[in-house]
């Protein structure tokens, strides 16, 4: 396997990163995952955006975009493969210890990993943590994911792949990485990005595509939502026909299932949309 690391391709026994790397101490960094299909990512240019956006919300000096696309291209060349993980991470660099930032500049890492298509619907649960609207860190996709580590171990234990969390109001926020989507009466709704969700590339998509609703929505719309998906980059439109202990329809709904048809067409027909 080869990785990039700063300024080129390295194998992945010598693709080293110093211990007082400033996203390991302390987890100051920034990442992206992208689907990779027989050596494209999908969505790129989003998911640079993205970076980029997170970079300035953190503080971060502005990631070269033309540098993180050439080394995209390189990782995906050198490791073929037909379905894969995309992940970029950018972090604060070489640092002292403790949360002030050193002056020897970031650090870049780009590595695929090999995936599998994810099964057509899925298993929910909620936490009892909440998503902090209003913290620094609302909306960036940072490295800092252990509240996400201990989320998802709970909905593994009760055989789920994902957990939803309220934010600090009580309304429906996000999973641990990925978005939610709810169908009431017919209509399909998502959280707006005021509520605190991570602005995903996959929701952002499938908002523009089926016309979903951005909506504030208390937590308590999972026991009465008339069918329910998530978004991710790996996910796609994935159904859930489990949430906590009520059960859905095992297949996708109609809105669902439409919602997938439509994505999977319209990814389909561009790969950098």
């Keep these: 396997m080869k990785i990039w690391l700063n300024d080129g391709l390295r194998d992945e026994d010598a693709a080293l990163v110093s211990v007082f790397d400033h996203g390991l101490t ?12 027989d050596g494209r990512a ?9 970076l980029a956006r997170s970079a300035a919300g953190l503080g971060l000096p502005a990631p070269d975009l033309d540098e993180v696309r050439t080394a995209c291209t390189a990782v995906l060349e050198a490791n073929p493969m037909p379905l894969g993980r995309l992940r970029i991470t950018y ?29 057509d ?35 593994r234990e009760q055989d789920a792949s994902e957990a939803l969390f309220a934010n600090t109001a009580g309304s429906l926020c996000e999973g641990t990485g990925s978005n939610v989507f709810v169908v009431l009466d017919g209509v399909l709704h998502t959280p707006p990005l005021s509520a605190g969700p991570l602005a995903g590339i996959t929701r952002a998509l499938a908002v523009e595509w ?27 439109v994935q159904a859930v026909h489990r949430v906590d202990g009520r059960e859905l329809p095992g297949v996708a709904g109609p809105v ?17 949309p």
């Design 42 to 50: 999908f969505a790129l240019s989003r998911h640079l955006d993205r």
């Design 91 to 119: 972090t604060g660099g070489l640092s002292p210890l403790g949360s002030d930032r050193g002056n020897t500049g970031t650090t870049l890492v780009v590595a695929l990993g090999e995936a599998t298509r994810r099964p």
């Design 26 to 37: 302390v987890g100051d960094g920034i990442f992206e995952t992208a689907k990779a299909i």
């Design 121 to 155: 619907s899925t298993a929910v649960v909620t936490v009892p943590w909440t998503r902090n609207e209003r913290s620094a860190l609302a909306g960036l996709k940072t490295t800092s994911y252990a509240e996400n580590v201990v989320a998802l171990a709970r909905a």
């Design 256 to 272: 669902t299932a439409k919602a997938m048809r439509i994505f999977d067409e319209r990814a389909g027909n561009d790969l950098d």
């Design 210 to 236: 089926t016309g979903a609703r951005e909506t504030d929505l208390p937590l308590d719309v999972l026991e009465r939502a008339d069918e329910v998906f998530l978004t991710s980059s790996l996910r796609d």
